[in-house]
Structure formats: structure tokens, C-alpha cells
């Protein structure tokens, strides 16, 4: 299926953006739309859980949005849609929206109406409105601002089939996007638990976009093998289960920001998973909210251009949190020593199908932050560095 702070800092106080981290004079704005508050997918679905929903709210009230720093996103027209995908799929898409139905033909060749991909109520608009988002982070990336669009980072979506519970490609569009403003490096990065298969895909024979993967090996959609190099302008670091917040900094310094900095983009697309953190049920990494937060502001860092998309997370109390923190990080908000009692009862009030009672961990319904998960850097992390930073891996590798 399928699809930040030092480890001395409290789990509530993470430090102030400082050298290193986002300047503070580069506005944050995000990106979202009601349309991600209402249900979706169904019963008995992954995604059926509160995600954008549940950042919103948190945000909210933790007093996240003062200062005219969101942007309403409108959905993106059947027409702007096929600049990436095949006019049939889209009209299938939205003939079995209006339909409510899913003929047998189009099921097996657009991969719609199945348990992965369903059909339901408000699909075209939401997975439209997703793509919406994206283009518009990437108009305001070109503007100069750091740009967060939770909703997006629907990174398996194929040109002509959904994938991975994925229907449109929307980090396809921020790239785009920069591209068609003139733009002639763009780096994007997946931090998702998932191989960004569908974004590799899309522009492997495209020499302006380069693309990093990190995710856990073995797992769906069974590629990003570190041979795999796209043509060249792809890396891939598939990581064993266990990985932990000191094997992410290994990487991000090693291997992801070397290779980065070579590349000097003009511009930076990450797709920020929360589905890699400790207590995911769809994978079976372990890392902290917070070492994904250090991540993000590194490549931010980079370019005065960054587009942070969402991508993929099954627990609603880890996904509200990482990216409700992950705003607060690039938008230099303040920590609370203790959530508000709005935030306390919103996060009391999730429940999971995917997550057992057992497995619940207190600091869940009472924290933003979650503590450190450092741990040795093993031998297979180190390797993948060595690997994905050497001249060729496998045959054919450039």
C-alpha cells in the first residue's frame, strides 16, 4: 500500500530558528483549503483518518495563523491537469465521481474504485484541490516565501492511474510550476517512508529536476533500490526498519545535503511524511517529529525557493503533531510549555483503527514535540551514504 531540534532541547521548547536553520526574514505562509477538513476515503481506509483536518485545528488553537499568513488554494481545472495527466484518466476520474459507480474497464485500467484508491464523495475535488495547493506553493515559492502545503505530497500518482492512494501527482505540479517560471535546477526531496516513485518517474528524463529519496527498503511500492539513479538525476537511500533520528542526521549530512549543495537548486520541493515517525502503523521506521523538522529547515536553507508538501501518515496523533510543529519550526512560532485545553481535547479525541490502546504513548495527547529517538548509526545506513554519494552504483548508474 502507499503510498529540528538538538537532541538537548526539551520536547516542548524547540530552539529559535538560528545559523543553520530558516532566516527569519523569509516569510512562511500555508497553503490549505476547507475542502481537507471534510471526510474521505471511507470507512476502514488508512486515509480515513483526520490529517489536514487535525493540523488545521491544532494550529488553530494554538494561535498558529495570526498575521495573514494563509493562502486559500482553489482546485486545479481538468485543463491544467493534463499537463501531466492523460485527458481519459480525469474524465474517468470525474465520470465516477458523478456516477458514484466504478465500471469494471475503468477500475482495472485507472486503479479507481478499489479498496487502495476508493471512490467517494468529493474525490475529484479534493484530489484537484491538492494539486490546487501545490501550484500555488510553488507561485509563492517563486516570490521568495517558504511555502507549506500540508495536503499535498501525493508523490505515487501515475499519468495515467492512481497509485498508492495517491489519484493526481501534485509534487509533480510544484515542479512544474518553478520549471515553467524559467527556473533550471530544481532539487526535489522525499522524506516519506515510501519511494517517491510517481515524482522520479516523472522527470527522469529531465535534466533540470533532480531528485533524493529517503525511505525504508523493502517496503511499497518495492522500488528506490540504491542502484536505481533514475537516468542519473535520481538518488535513492532505502533505509532498514529501526531507523532512527541520529542515522536521519547522518544521512542529511553525508549524503543528502552534499549532493544537494552540488546540484545548487534554484529551487526545493520536499515531500515531508509523517508516516517514518515511531508508532506509524504502515511502516516500521522510528524516528521523531523532530528530527524531520531539522531536516526540513536544512533544506530550506538552501534556496530562497522551498515548496513543503505532507505525503503520507497513518496515525492521526503523531501526523497532527509533526506537522502542526513543522509550521510552528518554519514560521518561528512559540512552543508552549503546555498545550491549551482546545489542543488537549482535539488530540484526546482521535482514535485509530491501524493504532491499539496498548500502543498509545501518553506524550501523544499532551505534547507537540516528540523526545529524541538517537541511536547508533548501523552499518547499512553508512553504506547507503557511501553508495548514493560514489560516482556509479550498478550497472547502467550514472
Not at 134 to 162: K, N, Q, V
Not at 213 to 221: L, T, V
Request: hydrophobic fraction near 40%; include cysteine; glycine fraction near 10%.
Amino acid at each position: 500500500m502507499p503510498p529540528a531540534s538538538p537532541a538537548s532541547c526539551t520536547a516542548e521548547h524547540p530552539p529559535p530558528a538560528g545559523p543553520g536553520l530558516v532566516p527569519a526574514s523569509r516569510a512562511a505562509l500555508f497553503v490549505g483549503s476547507d475542502v481537507f477538513r471534510k471526510e474521505a476515503f471511507g470507512a476502514n481506509h488508512p486515509l480515513s483518518i483526520p490529517r489536514q483536518s487535525g493540523v488545521l485545528e491544532l494550529c488553530e488553537a494554538l494561535g498558529w495563523f495570526e498575521g495573514g499568513v494563509r493562502r486559500r488554494c482553489q482546485a486545479a481545472s481538468p485543463e491544467r491537469l493534463r499537463a501531466f495527466h492523460d485527458p481519459d484518466y480525469i474524465e474517468a476520474l470525474r465520470t465516477a465521481e458523478r456516477e458514484r459507480a466504478v465500471a469494471r474497464e475503468a477500475r482495472e485500467r485507472y486503479r479507481i474504485g478499489t479498496m487502495e484508491n476508493p471512490l467517494f464523495e468529493g474525490l475529484f475535488e479534493r484530489a484537484a484541490t491538492a494539486v490546487g495547493g501545490s501550484i500555488l506553493a510553488a507561485e509563492l515559492a517563486l516570490e521568495g516565501h517558504t511555502a507549506f502545503h500540508p495536503a499535498g505530497g501525493t508523490h505515487h500518482g501515475r499519468p495515467d492511474r492512481a497509485a498508492g492512494f495517491c489519484y493526481f501527482n501534485d509534487p509533480v505540479f510544484a515542479i512544474l510550476t518553478l520549471l515553467e517560471a524559467g527556473l533550471e535546477r530544481v532539487l526535489y526531496v522525499d522524506l516519506d517512508a515510501h519511494h517517491g516513485d510517481g515524482v522520479q518517474d516523472a522527470f527522469a528524463p529531465d535534466r533540470r529536476v533532480f531528485t533524493l529519496s529517503i525511505h525504508e527498503g523493502g517496503r511499497w511500492p518495492y522500488s528506490g533500490s540504491v542502484e536505481d539513479r533514475g537516468g542519473g538525476r535520481a538518488r535513492n537511500l532505502p533505509v532498514p526498519a529501526g531507523f532512527n533520528d541520529s542515522e536521519l542526521d547522518f544521512l542529511m549530512s553525508e549524503a543528502v545535503l552534499p549532493l544537494a549543495r552540488e546540484f545548487s537548486p534554484e529551487a526545493v520541493v520536499i515531500t515531508c511524511g509523517a508516516d517514518g515517525l515511531a508508532g506509524d502503523p504502515l511502516s516500521k521506521l522510528a524516528l521523531s517529529n523532530g528530527v524531520l523538522w531539522r531536516a526540513v529547515e536544512q533544506l530550506v536553507e538552501l534556496t530562497g525557493r522551498t515548496v513543503v508538501l505532507g505525503g503520507g501518515g497513518y496515525n492521526p496523533w503523531t501526523v497532527a503533531r509533526c506537522w502542526a510543529g513543522l509550521w510552528g519550526r518554519l514560521s518561528h512560532q512559540a512552543f508552549p510549555a503546555e498545550l491549551p485545553p482546545t489542543a488537549l481535547a482535539m488530540l484526546k479525541g482521535f482514535s485509530c483503527d491501524l493504532v491499539d490502546d496498548e500502543e498509545l504513548e501518553p506524550a501523544w495527547l499532551t505534547t507537540i514535540a516528540d523526545t529524541p529517538r538517537t541511536g547508533p548509526v548501523r552499518s547499512a545506513v553508512r553504506e547507503v551514504a557511501g553508495r548514493v554519494r560514489s560516482p556509479r552504483t550498478g550497472p547502467g548508474a550514472t
